[in-house]
């Protein structure tokens, strides 16, 4: 499974993913820096790739489009905290979600909560 990395999250956390062996990259990386949330969003579909951001407005595109692609996890409550502690988040839970992930699915992640939600969204809840 491929992660891409949204431009709010560090490139760093890319780093510490690729260490746990995750395959991720950064916008960055593919010229996506200043690309607008659709653009991000249809290259992610396009490419399969998960979309890891703070910005919900993946979650709207996801609403809007009714889409089922490209998974997203949302990170939410660690805005504030360094990239170290959103790599550790996500290794600490990438691996046990990665079934809902591969299927479609959107994904509230903090320090305190972890809720996945089956797309398109206003399917079927866990």
Do not use: C
């Given at each position: 499974?491929?992660?891409?990395?949204?431009?709010?999250?560090?490139?760093?956390?890319?780093?510490?993913?690729?260490?746990?062996?995750?395959?991720?990259?950064?916008?960055?990386?593919?010229?996506?820096?200043?690309?607008?949330?659709?653009?991000?969003?249809?290259?992610?579909?396009?490419?399969?790739?998960?979309?890891?951001?703070?910005?919900?407005?993946?979650?709207?595109?996801?609403?809007?489009?009714?889409?089922?692609?490209?998974?997203?996890?949302?990170?939410?409550?660690?805005?504030?905290?360094?990239?170290?502690?959103?790599?550790?988040?996500?290794?600490?839970?990438?691996?046990a979600i990665e079934p809902e992930l591969a299927s479609g699915a959107i994904v509230s992640l903090s320090p305190a909560r972890l809720r996945i939600r089956a797309?398109?969204?206003?399917?079927?809840?866990?």
């Amino acid at each position: 499974m491929n992660y891409l990395l949204d431009a709010n999250p560090s490139p760093q956390v890319v780093d510490a993913l690729g260490a746990a062996g995750y395959s991720a990259s950064h916008v960055g990386d593919h010229g996506l820096l200043t690309a607008s949330d659709d653009e991000i969003f249809d290259w992610a579909a396009e490419s399969g790739a998960v979309v890891i951001t703070a910005d919900s407005d993946f979650a709207m595109l996801l609403a809007t489009r009714r889409a089922s692609t490209p998974s997203v996890m949302l990170l939410r409550d660690v805005a504030d905290q360094p990239p170290a502690v959103h790599a550790k988040l996500l290794v600490a839970n990438l691996g046990a979600i990665e079934p809902e992930l591969a299927s479609g699915a959107i994904v509230s992640l903090s320090p305190a909560r972890l809720r996945i939600r089956a797309l398109p969204i206003g399917e079927t809840e866990t």
